[in-house]
């Protein structure tokens, strides 16, 4: 009886182990950098233990976010044409959600919009296109005034312009 518990226990070992050294070889393929097995062990450790500390479930679990209206979308929507280097933001497009609870003051939100390109000239006509040419995707800092949500736009930072293909 004592040799089968010895023998689980030994494969455990080896499997936490071959899954280590799987993880620091990938690590090293991957950022062509020698890891940092200290902080590769800390951010698993965090992990674990955030899985099962009852305050912490809302930083381990991913949850859906929550679309919140903004007040002032013309004023995000030229910030946003501003720092993404485009021609026009469409403010009907734009979805606003949050991953806080909307039930604090201050909120950071994420901000998806589609962003138009100048026209296009082909051989003398100019051909002025409906459909979008980007995707911008920003975040920023939001607080409840006295007339609803309102974006903080000097917090705006771009995260990501995507070019669509059609």
Known sequence: ???????????IILFVIF???GLFSSYTLVTSEAPNIQGLM???VDKITSIFNPEKVNE??????TPVNITNK?????K??????????NVDSMNVSTRDDTKNKNLTVNIEALGYASPNSTSGQIIISQDPSYKIIASADATYRGNGLMVDADTVTITSVLKLYR
């Open 19 to 21: 899954f280590e050294v």
């Open 60 to 65: 381990a679990l991913i949850k859906d976010p």
């Open 80 to 89: 946003m044409e501003e720092m993404s280097k485009v021609d026009g933001v």
């Open 42 to 44: 800390e951010m698993q």
């Open 1 to 11: 009886m004592a040799n089968k518990i010895v023998r689980i226990i030994l494969i």
């Open 74 to 78: 013309k004023d995000v929507a030229l």
